[in-house]
């Protein structure tokens, strides 16, 4: 599983593996801190509306999490690589279907 994932994302060491793997981790309970702060700070709770909490989640919450994802990146010292990841990522978001 190791090669493999050092292959797909053009990595050299075991311990860079490692260390993307705790940022993804980390970013993503920073996320869910986030999200609740941000649920609390403009009033969402359990009676609101699927759709409000889907545009919430969509508008920010996901810019967030790419923000913190890089952040704890440069962090872990992964700059390069979450750098280029998330240049990927959104170059496939935004990729028009034929």
Known sequence: MWDKLKRHWK?????????????FAITGF???????????????NDETSFLIKLLVFVLLILPIYTVLLYVWGV???QRAFFTKFIKIKIRLLTKKQL
């Open 75 to 77: 962090i872990f010292g």
């Open 30 to 44: 920073s996320t869910l801190y986030v999200h609740r702060f941000i649920n609390k700070l403009i009033g969402i």
């Open 11 to 23: 990595i050299t060491n075991n311990f860079q593996v490692v260390l993307i793997l705790v940022v």
